[in-house]
């Protein structure tokens, strides 16, 4: 089965942060800070059977959400920023991520 590793990146300020697959809990961190220096707040990684999925991201203090539908054949990377605005547009890879 393939894995989905969830990156948390830029923008995360001591941020209550819930994270859900297909409806179902998987991660959940009550203050998540990125550390500027390396663009990073928290990962989380969760094996999965292939086929589609939906990662829900929840900023509860913040009062904002995203879904992002994916269709895992192979190990997949997702970056997740939010911005003053709201959320920004997933960075999304089949090889991992660099972080210093």
Do not use: W
């Amino acid at each position: 089965m393939p894995r989905l590793h969830i990156a948390l990146e830029e923008g995360f300020v001591g941020d209550a942060v819930l994270l859900r697959i297909d409806g179902r809990k998987i991660f959940e961190q009550p203050a998540a800070k990125t550390r500027t220096q390396i663009g990073l707040a928290a990962t989380h990684e969760e094996q999965l059977p292939s086929g589609a999925h939906t990662i829900e991201v929840v900023l509860p203090q913040r009062h904002l959400s995203r879904s992002i539908p994916v269709s895992l054949d192979s190990d997949m990377y997702v970056g997740i920023s939010v911005g003053s605005d709201g959320f920004q547009e997933p960075r999304i890879a089949n090889k991992p991520f660099g972080y210093a």
